[in-house]
């Protein structure tokens, strides 16, 4: 009876450790860290495809999408010439991009919030390549031009939305372990910036010596985007966390903040390139007779190519004070408008092509102030909706050209230019007051 109990005993003393143990400090000390780091968005419990860089994967659906967005800004004026299309015409399907880029962003960032950035990018990507194909049946059919630039919009906002959201949180923990939070959020603009460079470049070269170039021009979207599809398909899905215990509480978004240092900011980031590579070139190309196409090509490629180059710039200005980069932003904006002045009045190329240059190096640090602020003020839940709001904000400034054109009837370029680097003066002091009263409410009575 006694040898039964002692084995009982026993029994109990063996098993106590093992079932108890795990509610010890000891034992919870050295589980946690296995935990946390299991703890992943569904679909990332393999390491993900691309090594240390799964962002590559998805970075080149975002080029992608600057191609489309640029390759016809490169072709107004072949369209013009070869096409027989008038001025307002060619505006008017430049317009229309926008038009069908916001309800793409603004159905496109919450649908990716709730769905998962994957399906949403996907599919936005699958129908910008279907615009494109649209494009090149324009060239022999002018009635599907509308439609193409149309869906390019629509396609190219929900990829915004989606595939920026997913190249973010790609670009972090657990994913990238040693990213910076600024460099994450913004990645996604250098490959817009990416897009926009090459896209308006090639398709100009294209248009220049190849037959048939208003179909041939869109040939390396097709090409880009179905290759990007591909590459992007094995890409961890970010959006959707894993099932396992009760949801977490949603957040707000921190509105204040993105009312006060993105919205005043945002119609600017695209504004001045479009000054840059749709409205310029018009003003000053009499004096290029049979180079009209690659000029207007070199011009999409020098103001999103000096964005990029300024990035370094950008780097450094965050690091320095928050509001750096949108400051020094608007004023090399508002340089770059008033440089555009006299190359307009006089109808000067080279002129131009400088003022461009400002005016891109304006836009590639106001895009990358605004990714960073818009990836701040944003709940990890509710990053594609805010995300796709920013963009939403900064694609309303591509209409800046249909606007010039119309008020062209009653006041001259010149003037509408210098209004417009006045307008980006008043933005940036107003920013830095709105800035400096956000300052005064935070500091304590």
């Known amino acids: 009876m006694s040898t039964s109990v002692t084995n009982k005993q026993r029994t109990t003393e063996t098993k106590t450790p093992r079932t108890t143990g795990t509610k010890t400090p000891r034992t919870t000390g050295t589980k946690t860290p296995r935990t946390a780091t299991t703890s992943r968005p569904a679909g990332s419990d393999a390491r993900p495809a691309g090594g240390n860089r799964p962002w590559l994967r998805t970075g080149w659906m975002m080029t992608a999408s600057g191609w489309s967005a640029n390759h016809f800004s490169a072709l107004l004026g072949a369209y013009r010439s070869e096409l027989g299309l008038s001025e307002s015409t060619v505006t008017g399907l430049f317009a229309v991009y926008v038009v069908g880029l916001i309800p793409g962003l603004l159905l496109g960032g919450p ?10 990018a996907l599919t936005a990507l699958a129908v910008n390549l279907l615009s494109s194909c649209l494009l090149m049946a324009g060239s022999a059919a002018t009635g599907w031009l509308l439609p193409g630039r149309f869906l390019t919009g629509i396609s190219a906002g929900a990829l915004l939305a989606a595939g920026s959201a997913w190249v973010k949180e790609l670009s972090c923990p657990p994913y990238a372990p040693d990213a910076a939070a600024g460099a994450a959020a913004r990645r996604a603009g250098l490959f817009v910036s990416a897009g926009f460079a090459s896209g ?31 590459v992007a398909y094995g890409a961890p899905e970010t959006g959707r966390r894993a099932e396992s215990g009760a949801p977490a509480r949603a957040v707000a978004p921190d509105w204040r903040r993105f009312r006060r240092a993105v919205l005043p900011l945002a119609p600017w980031v695209f504004a001045a390139p479009a000054v840059g590579f749709a409205t310029l070139p018009g003003l000053v190309d009499g004096g290029l007779a049979g180079w009209r196409t690659v000029y207007a090509g070199i011009a999409t490629a020098v103001v999103p190519g000096s964005g990029l180059l300024v990035q370094p710039l950008a780097r450094r200005l965050a690091a320095r004070h928050r509001l750096a980069g949108a400051v020094a932003g608007l004023g090399v904006i508002t340089a770059g408008l008033g440089l555009a002045v ?56 591509m209409l800046t050209p249909y606007a010039l054109a119309l008020l062209s009837r009653w006041w001259s370029m010149p003037v509408l230019l210098a209004a417009g680097a006045v307008l980006a003066a008043l933005t940036c002091g107003a920013l830095a007051a709105l800035h400096r009263t956000a300052e005064a409410d935070r500091t304590p009575a």
């Open 342 to 397: 006299p190359a307009a009045a006089g109808a000067r190329p080279g002129l131009a092509l400088v003022a461009a240059a400002l005016l891109g190096a304006g836009y590639g640090l106001a895009l990358s102030f605004g990714l960073t602020e818009a990836a701040a003020a944003a709940p990890p839940g509710r990053l594609a909706m805010v995300t796709s709001l920013f963009w939403t904000a900064a694609y309303l400034g």
């Open 111 to 120: 649908l990716a919030d709730r769905r998962g950035r994957r399906p949403v």
């Open 200 to 230: 308006g470049l090639v398709a100009a070269l294209i248009a220049q010596w190849l037959p048939h170039p208003m179909a041939t021009a869109y040939l390396p979207h097709v090409v880009l985007a179905a290759v990007a599809w591909a």
